[in-house]
């Protein structure tokens, strides 16, 4: 059966032009884009439908819009402090994009954005030019104080400044990599199990049973990475105000 | 008798309220560290990767550019595998970021902090 069909786990990962064939061009509208709209509307949709009627008691959409408001307002004021309060919109709109595009990516037939490199690197990439931008124009050339532990016998700086560097330069690499890793294989994993399923014939119900396990999983983890995401573009933000 | 009967009544259901939201509060954070425990479980493993991933690209790079061709490459190896170490020890430590040592200084002046990193 799976010989047959042909289908690959890795199927779902292709990024191909909606509405048109042929090339990707520059301006080609993909599945990847639609997917990035629809997680924007989604977004807006839920944010200004649920503070629509602004009632002194939540309904229900109205709760569930102030909770992610209070959740990221919280992991600010528990990370950075009061200072944070300036970069709340960034990091709840990382939030929620993330967060909806990893929700969206689990429903059939549709396609996951955050599994890409190239969309988790630019996300990263955002925050770690920001973060440096923000550290240099806060405190100026003192910023690159922040490469020399402080302590440190002067004999050990050409090995420890290297090493700091390196170290600050892999914020984006983690940062990307972690989201990324994590949706494509749990979405090659899910994949290849539910492979199996028609295979087995009755045996199948084993792997039936494991798929609506991870599953459950894969909606935990995409909540999880968009909160990791958060908290460590609030740390890097909180080390960017507070350097030693 | 009218009047001495709202007082403890009132100081009661403050006890108890208080019990209640202690109660509440206890498990909510129960909850909350074992999310915070995975969060934190998956930053860790990305670390040394990344870590190496740049040290690795820096020797290659500085090779091609200059032509010295498995030196810095070598070099560079060493000090990314050292960078992701101790990215992983600053997390695992509680010492906030990933570049410098400013919350643990704090935590040394405040004198909480009982071991200063070697």
Known sequence: ?244 | MKDDQPLPSLEKLDEKLRAAEAKRRKTKAGSEDRGKGLAFAMRIGVEIVSALIVGVAIGYFLDQWLGTKPWFLLLFFVLGAAAGFMNVFRVVGGLGGQVGYGRAKNRDAAGEGQDKDG
Not at chain 1, 4 to 20: D, N
Not at chain 1, 92 to 121: A, W
Not at chain 1, 180 to 193: D, E, Q, R, S, Y
Request: hydrophobic share 60%; net charge neutral; glycine share 10%.
């Open chain 1, 1 to 244: 059966m799976a010989e047959s069909g042909g289908h690959s786990p890795l199927e779902q990962f292709v990024i191909k032009p909606v509405l048109a064939t042929g090339e990707i061009g520059v301006l080609t509208f993909t599945n990847s884009a639609l997917m990035m709209v629809l997680a924007t509307g989604l977004i807006s949709a839920f944010l200004i439908l649920g503070m629509r009627r602004g009632a002194l008691v939540p309904g229900r959409m109205q709760s569930l819009a102030e909770m992610s408001y209070e959740f990221i307002a919280g992991l600010i004021s528990d990370t950075v402090g009061a200072e944070g309060r300036r970069y709340f919109p960034i990091i709840f709109t990382l939030f929620m994009f993330i967060l909806f595009g990893n929700l969206l990516g689990m429903l059939p037939y549709s396609f996951t954005f955050t599994s890409h490199i190239i969309v988790t690197f630019a996300l990263a990439a955002l925050v770690f030019i920001g973060v440096t931008i923000l550290a240099i124009a806060k405190h100026g050339m003192h910023f690159f104080s922040f490469f020399v532990p402080p302590g440190a016998p002067i004999a050990m700086w050409p090995l420890l400044i290297p090493i700091e560097v390196i170290s600050y330069l892999s914020r984006p690499i983690s940062l990307s990599v972690r989201l990324f890793a994590n949706m494509l294989a749990g979405h090659t994993l899910l994949k290849v199990i539910a492979g199996f399923i028609g295979v087995l014939g009755v045996f199948g119900v084993l792997p039936l049973a494991l798929v609506v396990a991870l599953t459950g999983l894969e909606i935990l983890i995409a909540f999880l990475q968009a909160y990791v995401f958060a908290i460590l573009t609030c740390l890097y933000i909180n080390d960017a105000l507070h350097l030693h």
